[in-house]
């Protein structure tokens, strides 16, 4: 079955410590994208891909990282700089005209 | 840059009702509109995606209209049921780089 696999879904970080959530996509898609949701909150854009190889920043980029050397791959990176990590995060991927499809997240708490 | 808003914030209604949630958005230039549904605790759930060439698109008991003119859609949700109980969410695109969420509406549909 196509879809889009995160992990963990669940992740804990230490103080200093950086942590890489997974996304993996089965979809055949170019854009692949990276939300963060708050509770009670919408999604945030974190960093966004159209094509491998190239990413932009979204509007809270800071204190985070990601790379896309595969189509099927992008995975997120929060550093220590992100000093409030603790969120929902989940990516999405789509081709062009289609469906956004998401992953089932994964809740990143601080120890 | 885009923003969506959504009314009302949260809705709680008795079985078998019919149901509206809104949906507005700011730029009227987009080539699509996504509605989703998110349980807590999980990823995001397409349910329909209607095309700026369309006016509306139906799945079972799900209805959705786009008036870009006027930067809203509706949700139209007839006979609800328990299971109906969730966020609602809707995501237009941003310049066409990437997605911009509303903050969403949560539905309690009560037995």
């Known amino acids: 079955d196509g879809g889009i696999t995160q992990s963990p879904k669940y992740l804990f970080r230490k103080e200093g410590q950086n942590v890489t959530l997974s996304c993996e996509q089965n979809l055949n898609h170019d854009a692949m994208y990276w939300y963060r949701q708050d509770p009670g909150q919408g999604l945030r854009l974190i960093y966004y891909?159209?094509?491998?190889?190239?990413?932009q920043k979204g509007d809270i980029a800071e204190g985070y990282s990601v790379s896309r050397e595969k189509k099927e791959s992008f995975p997120l990176t929060v550093t220590s700089a992100q000093k409030n990590p603790t969120a929902f995060y989940l990516c999405?991927?789509?081709?062009?005209?289609?469906?956004?499809?998401f992953g089932s997240g994964t809740q990143l708490s601080v120890l | 840059k885009q923003e969506v808003t959504q009314i009302p914030a949260a809705l709680s209604v008795p079985e078998g009702e019919n149901l509206v949630l809104n949906c507005s958005f700011t730029?009227?230039?987009?080539?699509?509109l996504q509605w989703f549904r998110q349980d807590p605790g999980k990823g995001l759930t397409s349910l329909l995606l209607i095309q700026s060439s369309q006016r509306e698109q139906t799945s079972g008991r799900l209805n959705a209209s786009l008036d870009k003119s006027s930067g809203r859609s509706t949700l139209y949700i007839a006979a609800s049921q328990p299971g109906d109980s969730a966020t609602y969410l809707c995501a237009v695109p941003n310049y066409g780089q990437n997605f911009v969420f509303g903050p969403g509406t949560r539905l309690s549909v009560l037995p």
């Open positions: 730029d009227s230039a987009i080539y699509n």
């Open positions: 999405a991927s789509t081709g062009e005209g289609e469906k956004l499809f």
């Open positions: 891909s159209q094509i491998v190889n190239d990413f």
